[in-house]
Nanobody
Framework: QVQLVESGGGLVQPGGSLRLSCLAS????????MGWYRQAPGKQRDMVAR???????IYADSVKGRFTISRDNAKNMVYLQMNSLKPEDTAVYYC??????????????WGQGTQVTVSS
C-alpha cells in the first residue's frame, strides 16, 4: 500500500552538489521519522541522515557540515541536500521511513534507491 520513491541522483564532479527527494505515497496515517541511507558495492548499508517530527536531525560523521536533511510534512516528502561532494560519497542512496498505516500500527519502508556517482 505504501511506497517510497527517490529521485535526484546522478553523476556529479567532486565539489559539486545534488539534492535528493523522496516521496511517500499510499495509505499513510502518519510518518514518525524519515531518513537517508547509502550502500556502496561490497559494503553494508549505513545511515547518512535521519529526522523525526519535532526533533534534531542526526548525521553520520562523514557527512556533517556537508549534507542537510529536511522534511515537508504536508507533502510527505524528505530531502537530502548534498554539498561539497566527494568520491567517497558514491553509493546507492535509499530513502527510509517509519510510517503509521493505522493509529497503532507502524511499519518500516524502503525506497528503491537512486545512484549517486561523484567522479571527475
Amino acid at each position: 500500500q505504501v511506497q517510497l520513491v527517490e529521485s535526484g541522483g546522478g553523476l556529479v564532479q567532486p565539489g559539486g552538489s545534488l539534492r535528493l527527494s523522496c516521496l511517500a505515497s499510499g495509505s499513510i496515517f502518519g510518518i514518525d521519522s524519515m531518513g537517508w541511507y547509502r550502500q556502496a558495492p561490497g559494503k553494508q548499508r549505513d545511515m547518512v541522515a535521519r529526522i523525526i517530527q519535532g526533533g534534531t536531525p542526526i548525521y553520520a560523521d562523514s557527512v556533517k557540515g556537508r549534507f542537510t536533511i529536511s522534511r515537508d510534512n504536508a507533502k510527505n516528502m524528505v530531502y537530502l541536500q548534498m554539498n561539497s561532494l566527494k568520491p567517497e560519497d558514491t553509493a546507492v542512496y535509499y530513502c527510509n521511513a517509519d510510517i503509521r498505516t493505522m493509529p497503532t500500527l507502524t511499519y518500516e519502508f524502503w525506497g528503491q534507491g537512486t545512484q549517486v556517482t561523484v567522479s571527475s
